[in-house]
Each structure stands twice: as structure tokens, then as C-alpha cells.
């Protein structure tokens, strides 16, 4: 399988262009090659900026960062504004310099130091693939199924261990039980599982064992005869039953009463059922997939939790990252997510601003994927335009990105420096402080005040004092 790339390499040195061209040629003659390039080349920023204005279908730009008329930064400014949707990779002879993090910011999705072999090339170029266009040359893997974890955005090697893991059981009758955080994606993993087995074409019932009180639960999950209690007009059928030859979801197994985790056992052990109020017994083929929060073998110690249907439920065990052990993934979610809102409120998909973009790739999502996906769409709501920004964004991201703090050795300061004056040191690190926050905030002084966590007057006396403005 092969991506097609249209690629576009800009450097005002010919040689670098034509030695590019050839690295990528001979790939394109390589068998087993993952891409073929459709290459571009030029030395000529200002024609360049025409073209890739004009010609938008390029799937990736290799931009030189260092070039007469218009330069890297400059183009990339430029190219923000329009309407290019490649992947952008720079290329600095500096290495991790503030002119490379500054492509980084102005949307470069990586860069390359100069000079570097084909296979370093190569290699960055692989790195990024999930930002390029996949297009597949081959019909017959294009005319494959689409993925049935399409559902599932994640490039981390934890979840493509878990997607291995739904396929090898998908047609085995086994239990799961599902573990990790609120918002991890537990009941999208269980539904995944039901979707890639034999039982796809039957019922998938979820339902939430903490959410309902007892009673209510046991009529709901194996139905009752009528007039087995004051309110059973007619005969209910219960979830199970109708689940029948497909999955049972059982969400916050970890609450379920003591009562019905027996009864739940004997579904297990028997396969059949029983209504309340009925001595019929009801055979039922469904798989039970079950998901939780709480260490049920902790639960177990404390008497909560019957060992026997632990072991009954726990025959596969998927456990899935937290956000923040798969930070990778953010990004792609943060896209994913702009596409699938701008497709529910029905308007064109917004910009994230990169500083935006920046502060939710750093924040921590305790609440995981669930949290992610409702931060997107207040700042939908919020943003003025169609532009995220920073000031769309809840004010616990900003927050918290503020109090990554590191703090500053002293020791450089002290060690280094002949003047010990307090207030010129202070002076210096304030005035410092004051120009990232304002750079960070594109000059908002309201958001630059709370990053600073200073009051808004504070910081107009300062600007004027220290001559900022
Ligand atoms: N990898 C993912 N890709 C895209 N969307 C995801 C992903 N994981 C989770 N989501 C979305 O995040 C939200 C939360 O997912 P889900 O309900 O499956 O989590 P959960 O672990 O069951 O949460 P809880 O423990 O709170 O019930 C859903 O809207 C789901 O569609
Ligand atoms: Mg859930």
C-alpha cells in the first residue's frame, strides 16, 4: 500500500531542492516504498507563494526557513492565511532554535535540520504520515471495509494494541470488562467489540448499574410477569432478553448490588433467565461486556464484590490509557473534533489558532476524552469568527497552563552575574514575563493579566513603566 504525496519543496539553494528531488525519486522507484511523491519544486519564494495560493492540492510543504525576499516565518504567516491545507515540514540548519519552535507555532507540524541523509528524510516523513492525506494507490486495499474502529481516533500504540486484542476475541463468546478513567472511550471500545463480531447485525444495550436503583434494575434487566408487583400491568421483557444474540453492556459494574450480582452469576453459569414473578426459565445467548471505574478486586477485599463473578466477568481484560498516557493522540482529537462540531452546528470547520491549540496539547484532561470533546464545543460556542483562540478556551486551561511553572535556577542568575541589584533582576525577569504573556495572548491584555495573575491595572502601570507599549 502506497500514499500518494504531492509535495512542494521550497529553498532558495538549488542544490538542496535537486538533491531532495532525487532522494525522493529513488523512493518513488523503491517497491516497497510506503509513498510515492509527485514532487514540486522551488527556489523562489514569491512565485512559490503564488503557486501553492493558486494550486491548492498539495498534500505536504518542505519549506527552507532561511530565504531571500520572503522568508520561512514570513511565508508561513502568509500561508496561515490561506487557503493551503497540506502539512507543512520546516527546514532549519539550526536544530531546535526559536526560528524552528516559531514554524512550530506558525503551523509547521515538524522540522528538519540541515543537512541531513535521505533516511532522516525519510524518517520525519513517516513520523508525520497521520498529518498527511492518505490516499491509496492500491484499488484493491481501497475497495477493503472501511476500519471498523473508525470511531476510535488514536494513533497510540496502547489503543492499536487494544484494536488487535476487540479483533482476536471478536467472535468468541468471552466476557470483558472494560477498565480505566471517566471519559477514556470505555463504552466506544465496548461498542467497537459488538460491531466487529458475528453479533453486529443484533442489539447492542448499554446500561448504567450505578444510574438506577436496585429494584428498578432487576426489573430492567430481566423483565417481570404481570402482576408480579403493584405496577406490572403486563408481561416486561427485560434487557437482557432483548439483547438476545447480541452484546449487554453493563456500564459501573462495580455498583451493582450484592442481590443481583448472584442472579448476574447464574446468567453467567446457566445462560438463561428468569423474570420476576415467573419460574419460566429463558435462554439467552448474548455476549456481557461489563466496564468500570473502581478496582473490583480491591472491592472484593472489602466484601463489596463477589470474587466468583469477578472471575466470571474479568476472562478479557482491556484496560484503557488515560488521556494523558497517550498525549500524542490529542492533537488528532482536537481535529477530529473541530470536523465533527462544525458538522453538528452545521457551520464551515473553524480555525484552532496554534497558541490555542498549544495550551490543550499541554493541559492535563483529568476528565479524559469526555472533557476534551466538551471544552471543543464551548469554545465553538464562545470563539467570535471562525477562529479559536485563547480567550475561547475555560479558564481552568489557561490556568493550569500557567502553573506549569518552572522555576528559574537562581544559581545562573546569581553565579553569572556581578550585579546582585534585586530591582534590576526583578526588573529584567518582570519585563520578560510581561512580553511572553503578551506574545502568547497575540497582545490581549485582559488574558495577559490573568496569565500573569496580576489585575489588569497592574498591568498597564507596568507596560507604561517599564515602556512596553
Ligand atoms: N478515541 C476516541 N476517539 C473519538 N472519540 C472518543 C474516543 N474515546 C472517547 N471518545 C468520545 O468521548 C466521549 C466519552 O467516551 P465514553 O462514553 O466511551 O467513555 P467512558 O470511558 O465510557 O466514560 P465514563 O466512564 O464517564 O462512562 C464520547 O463522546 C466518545 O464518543
Ligand atoms: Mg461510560
Known amino acids: 500500500m502506497k500514499i500518494i504525496q504531492k509535495i512542494f519543496i521550497l529553498d532558495d539553494e538549488e542544490t538542496i531542492t535537486q538533491s531532495l528531488r532525487a532522494i525522493l525519486n529513488h ?27 493558486d494550486k ?9 526557513l532561511k530565504m531571500p525576499q520572503i522568508d520561512g516565518l514570513t511565508f508561513l504567516r502568509y500561508l496561515q492565511k490561506s487557503e493551503f491545507k497540506g502539512a507543512i515540514i520546516a527546514m532549519s540548519a539550526s536544530g531546535i532554535s526559536d526560528l524552528a519552535l516559531e514554524a512550530i507555532r506558525l503551523g509547521a507540524v515538524d522540522f528538519i535540520t540541515k543537512p541531513f541523509s535521505p533516511e532522516e528524510l525519510l524518517f520525519i516523513l513517516k ?10 494507490t492500491n484499488p484493491q486495499v481501497q475497495q477493503q471495509p472501511k476500519s471498523n474502529f473508525s470511531e476510535i481516533i488514536s494513533q497510540d500504540p496502547k489503543i492499536l494494541e487494544i484494536f488487535e486484542v476487540i479483533t482476536k476475541i471478536s467472535n468468541f463468546n468471552t466476557t470483558v470488562l472494560i477498565t480505566g478513567e471517566s471519559g477514556t472511550g470505555k ?8 460491531q466487529n463480531s458475528s453479533r453486529k447485525d443484533h442489539k447492542f444495550i448499554a446500561i448504567n448499574c450505578g444510574a438506577i436503583p436496585e429494584t428498578l434494575l432487576e426489573s430492567e434487566l430481566f423483565g417481570y410477569k404481570k402482576g408480579s408487583f403493584t405496577d406490572a400491568k403486563s408481561d416486561k421483557k427485560g434487557l437482557f432478553e432483548e439483547a438476545n444474540n447480541g452484546t449487554i453492556f453493563l456500564d459501573e459494574i462495580g455498583d451493582l448490588p450484592f442481590l443481583l450480582q448472584v442472579k448476574l452469576l447464574r446468567v453467567l453459569q446457566e445462560r438463561v433467565i428468569t423474570p420476576i414473578g415467573s419460574s419460566e426459565q429463558i435462554p439467552i445467548d448474548v455476549r456481557i461486556i461489563t466496564a468500570t ?21 474479568n476472562v478479557i481484560n482491556i484496560k484503557v490509557p488515560a488521556l494523558r498516557e497517550r498525549r500524542g493522540d490529542i492533537n488528532l482529537l482536537l481535529d477530529y473534533f473541530l470536523e465533527k ?17 498549544q495550551a490543550l496539547i ?19 460556542i464562545l470563539k467570535t469568527g471562525n477562529i479559536i483562540t485563547v480567550k475561547d478556551l475555560s479558564n481552568k486551561i489557561l490556568t493550569q497552563q500557567n502553573s506549569q511553572y518552572i522555576p528559574l535556577t537562581q544559581q545562573i542568575i546569581v553565579e553569572n ?4 541589584s534585586i530591582k534590576q533582576h526583578t526588573t529584567d525577569i518582570e519585563k520578560a514575563l510581561i512580553l511572553k504573556a503578551l506574545e502568547q495572548t497575540k497582545g490581549n491584555r485582559t488574558q495577559a493579566a490573568k496569565l500573569l495573575e496580576i489585575s489588569h491595572r497592574a498591568l498597564l502601570y507596568k507596560i507604561k513603566e517599564y515602556g512596553l507599549s
Open 417 to 420: 552575574s556581578k550585579n546582585l
Open 56 to 64: 491548492n492540492d498539495f498534500d505536504l510543504l518542505l519549506i527552507d
Open 293 to 313: 471505574l473502581k478496582d473490583l478486586e480491591e472491592e472484593v477485599q472489602k466484601g463489596n464484590f463477589r470474587e466468583d463473578l469477578l472471575y466470571r466477568l
Open 362 to 380: 499541554n493541559y492535563n484532561w483529568q476528565g479524559n476524552i469526555r472533557e476534551l470533546e466538551n471544552c471543543l464545543e464551548q469554545a465553538m
Open 27 to 53: 523512493e518513488n522507484t523503491k517497491a516497497d516504498s510506503a509513498f510515492q511523491f509527485e514532487i514540486t519544486t522551488s527556489s523562489d519564494s514569491c512565485t512559490a507563494l503564488q503557486t501553492l495560493k
Open 187 to 194: 463504552e466506544l471500545i465496548a461498542k467497537a467489540i459488538h
Open 127 to 136: 513520523k508525520n504520515r497521520r498529518h498527511l492525506n492518505f490516499k491509496d
Open 341 to 357: 462540531q462544525a458538522i453538528k452546528f452545521k457551520i464551515a470547520r473553524p480555525t484552532l489558532e496554534a497558541t490555542a491549540r
